[in-house]
């Protein structure tokens, strides 16, 4: 065990102190108001690591760990009506002994997420600025206890993330995942201090979230024929409004935001098989009728610009998905939308020539058509409380000037083909998010270039990952404030099951987190190469299923 106690992400700051902690005979977690699911999550995690039990309470007598040994000292001493509310809430089971964990909120800590975890022999003390901070310090101490057992040497590490938004994607249209396996990756992502589950639930092979109110879009969307392998099978699978319901509250304990991703104009086939008349074609050209496409790839068919009918039906949908994410964004999308059936389309050119949406030369210009388009859905969900979130093609037809029409300033754009979608969406004054596929965020790539190893469309080995630097050169500093993080996408068009998704998703998602979260002066590929071993016998403890040949 080496410096920083082989933490990965790496902390801010880390101070090693005199004695241990043991915790070999489990005990109590004492939480302070308004942190009770963080004090029974704590309990749960020092229970799965140590193999010990551990109880949560309520309420902090927390003058009485900082006398006894001093490690969790720097707070005010509890009111005498907090104690009294800790007896009470502890009920029958009033603690004979003292608590080892305590929790509490700290507003002089600065960042949103910022948190400060003291541990001496007497206890542990994560002091954090929001419940969200007091997530991201019990994922340290779960880390200490999964590396250095249920005797923890003392310390006091200062910590917060570099940027807000350190998101993991995971595709669950072209293969179904189960519930409780989206919980599985969920505190995996908790345990590398991600804090956004950008979740990708419709494309052109299926749709998946079963909304109340719309049953034939998963009816007919959630379900394909798959003659790719073992003959013809039948892929299937859906969320239920409970399920959406569930994977929220399991992520918000966890401190994570869901962002659902709705695909829209292209990458829409699914949809299309319950709504065909919402194609340019519509359903009375005799075509042949859409189903949930077998294949992978992009595909001409896409949702008609000129038909009110697809703003009125995703006007309904947004409705669903605003009763079911409490967060405030919506990913609608936006990528690889071919313009063929667009040009063609009475409708589209009817629109295009309306607006006046014209290259430079006079021409019809299907991509500020794209731009017009996507305004309208950002006004939808804007209607709905809710700010849009697309990949960077959104910015193919230019940025909507002030009361003008097209895509609005406050939607955020997701760089994915490499860095220069998130830098020109950043001289354009967007948020954005950086996920380039390019030897970096894509972990559905090879981890090496062999016939051995699983994975589709490129290679991108731990070393890459682990460069990954988010803020991409050449921006002003106010440009690059713009860059509020990244994430890594999971697409799953060959990763038909869970164990897979994990073999491609670690270690490269731990190095991805320190790329996210840990100050940038303090990263080191050799460093974070030593760290490995020690973090991937925490993630053995856990049952990943991890890659584990050479890094690069
Ligand atoms: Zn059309």
Not at 274 to 293: K, W
Not at 476 to 500: D, H, I
Request: aromatic share 8%.
């Amino acid at each position: 065990m080496g410096a920083m106690r082989d933490l990965v992400p790496l902390p801010r700051s880390l101070e090693e102190l005199p004695g241990a902690l043991d915790l070999s005979r489990g005990g109590l977690v004492a939480a302070a108001p308004g942190l009770e699911p963080q004090g029974r999550l704590a309990a749960a995690w020092l229970a799965e690591a140590l193999g010990r039990p551990f109880q949560s309470a309520v309420g902090a007598d927390a003058g009485s760990a900082r006398a006894r040994d001093g490690a969790a000292g720097g707070q005010a001493a509890e009111p005498a009506a907090d104690r009294a509310g800790f007896d009470r809430a502890a009920g029958a089971a009033a603690p004979a002994e003292p608590p080892l964990v305590e929790l509490r909120l700290d507003a002089a800590l600065s960042g949103p997420e910022d948190y400060v975890l003291t541990i001496g022999p007497g206890g542990a003390a994560v002091a954090a600025s929001s419940p969200e901070g007091a997530v991201r310090g019990l994922s340290t101490l779960r880390q200490l206890a999964l590396s250095e057992g249920p005797v923890i040497r003392s310390l006091k590490i200062e910590d917060g993330p570099r940027f807000p938004w350190r998101g993991l994607m995971l595709d669950c249209a072209r293969s179904f995942f189960r519930v409780e396996f989206i919980e599985r990756l969920l505190d995996l992502a908790a345990l590398h201090k991600l804090n956004v589950f950008h979740w990708h639930l419709t494309d052109d092979q299926a749709w998946r979230l079963d909304l109340p109110g719309l049953p034939e879009l998963a009816a007919a969307g959630s379900r394909r024929r798959d003659s790719r392998i073992h003959g013809v099978a039948w892929r299937e699978g859906s969320y239920s409004a409970a399920d959406a319901r569930r994977v929220v509250a399991y992520a918000a304990e966890r401190g994570i935001m869901v962002v659902p991703e709705i695909e829209t104009p292209g990458h829409a086939i699914a949809l299309l098989s319950s709504h065909p008349e919402l194609s340019c074609a519509g359903a009375a050209a005799g075509g042949l009728p859409f189903l949930p496409e077998d294949r992978f790839g992009v595909f001409e068919d896409i949702l008609c610009a000129g038909n009110e009918e697809v703003f009125a039906l995703l006007g309904k949908v947004f409705d669903g998905l605003a009763g079911l994410f409490p967060g405030p964004f919506v990913h609608v999308g936006g990528d690889e939308a071919p313009k063929a059936r667009w040009l063609l389309c009475p409708k589209c050119r009817s629109v295009m020539k309306a607006r006046n949406l014209r290259g430079p030369g006079g021409e019809l210009d299907p991509e500020r058509l794209q731009s017009w388009f996507m305004g309208r859905v950002a006004a939808l969900l804007a209607e709905r409380g809710k700010r849009m979130v697309g990949w960077d093609e959104i910015l193919e037809g230019g940025v909507a000037g002030p009361g003008g029409e097209g895509v609005p300033r406050d939607a955020v754009a997701m760089s994915w083909r490499g860095y220069s979608g998130g830098a020109e969406g950043a001289r354009a004054g967007l948020e954005v998010v950086m996920c380039p596929q390019t030897k970096a965020c894509y972990l559905d790539h090879k981890h090496l270039d062999l016939p051995e190893e699983p994975g589709n469309l490129g290679v991108c080995t731990v070393r890459d990952s682990y460069a990954f630097e988010p803020q991409p050169a050449g921006l002003s500093p106010e440009e690059a404030a713009l860059v509020k993080g990244g994430q890594a996408n999971l697409w799953t068009e060959m990763v038909y099951f869970g164990r897979q998704a994990e073999y491609l998703l670690f270690p490269r998602l731990a190095a991805l987190s320190e790329a996210l979260w840990s100050p940038k002066e303090a990263r080191c590929f050799e460093d974070f190469a030593r760290r490995l071993p020690s973090h991937g016998r925490r993630l053995d403890a856990l049952g990943v299923n991890r890659y584990r040949g050479p890094l690069f």
